[in-house]
């Protein structure tokens, strides 16, 4: 995946698909809105096109095998949704301003109780690498991490060989915390991964320095 070079104000609302009234994201995701792009809990409906962005030997060779047909993205999305429910997993579809296909997904994963550790990932349709997709959403991606789900440490995984993932990682503050030897299994081989994390207090001092510089 490849962050852009030039990333856009973004801000986040709560969207339709949480109950009226509820601030409760166990009982549906809020909807994260940029200049360019609609962070919305994942949907059945999105199978399709998520197959078609994420199933393609670029995208996925330095990622978990993503599923392989519409049926079991759906079964995928499916398992996403209760698991959102009970407090453990939040999946985003990535969809362009102005259109209703998903092309990317972020998700964030509770490594324990309470969400306080975490870990994240992202996958992004080819045809937006080098677009600013990646550093736009991601900004709302971790507002939410942060802010909404009180992650104190949130982690990110990406394989060595990955130039753009890890760079996309370092672009939004991320640091580089040693190499996992062996940690990823692609077709039989395995690879070493670099791990990243974000601390929560490295993330609002980011931000109280971003928007002091802005006004």
């Given at each position: 995946?490849?962050?852009g070079?030039?990333?856009?104000?973004s801000?986040?609302?709560?969207?339709?698909?949480?109950?009226?009234g509820?601030?409760d994201?166990?009982?549906?995701?809020?909807?994260?809105?940029?200049?360019?792009?609609?962070?919305?809990?994942?949907?059945?409906?999105?199978?399709?096109?998520?197959?078609?962005?994420?199933?393609?030997?670029?995208v996925?060779?330095?990622?978990?095998?993503?599923?392989?047909?519409v049926?079991?993205?759906?079964?995928?999305?499916?398992?996403?949704?209760?698991?959102?429910?009970s407090?453990?997993?939040?999946?985003?579809?990535?969809?362009?301003?102005?259109?209703?296909?998903?092309?990317?997904?972020?998700q964030?994963?509770?490594?324990?109780?309470?969400?306080?550790?975490?870990?994240w990932?992202f996958?992004?349709?080819?045809?937006?690498?080098?677009?600013?997709?990646?550093?736009?959403?991601?900004?709302l991606?971790?507002?939410?991490?942060f802010?909404?789900?009180g992650?104190?440490?949130?982690e990110?995984?990406?394989?060595v060989?990955n130039?753009?993932?890890?760079?996309?990682?370092?672009?939004?503050?991320?640091?580089?915390e040693?190499?996992?030897?062996?940690?990823?299994?692609r077709?039989?081989?395995?690879?070493?991964?670099?791990?990243w994390?974000?601390?929560?207090?490295?993330w609002?001092?980011?931000?109280?320095?971003?928007?002091?510089?802005?006004?």
């Amino acid at each position: 995946m490849r962050p852009g070079a030039r990333p856009s104000e973004s801000r986040s609302v709560l969207g339709t698909n949480a109950p009226t009234g509820s601030t409760d994201w166990r009982q549906g995701l809020p909807t994260l809105i940029s200049a360019r792009y609609t962070l919305r809990e994942v949907r059945a409906e999105d199978a399709p096109s998520l197959l078609a962005h994420l199933n393609t030997e670029e995208v996925s060779r330095f990622i978990a095998a993503p599923p392989s047909s519409v049926e079991a993205f759906e079964t995928y999305i499916d398992k996403a949704h209760r698991d959102r429910e009970s407090g453990q997993h939040v999946w985003f579809a990535v969809v362009p301003t102005g259109a209703d296909a998903a092309v990317g997904v972020f998700q964030l994963r509770s490594l324990e109780a309470g969400f306080a550790t975490a870990e994240w990932g992202f996958a992004i349709g080819s045809a937006y690498w080098g677009s600013g997709l990646f550093v736009e959403c991601a900004r709302l991606v971790l507002a939410f991490a942060f802010e909404t789900l009180g992650v104190l440490r949130l982690e990110a995984r990406a394989a060595v060989m990955n130039g753009l993932g890890n760079g996309a990682l370092r672009k939004v503050g991320a640091v580089q915390e040693g190499v996992l030897r062996g940690a990823f299994q692609r077709q039989g081989e395995r690879h070493d991964q670099v791990l990243w994390s974000i601390l929560a207090e490295e993330w609002f001092l980011q931000q109280s320095v971003r928007s002091n510089r802005i006004h």
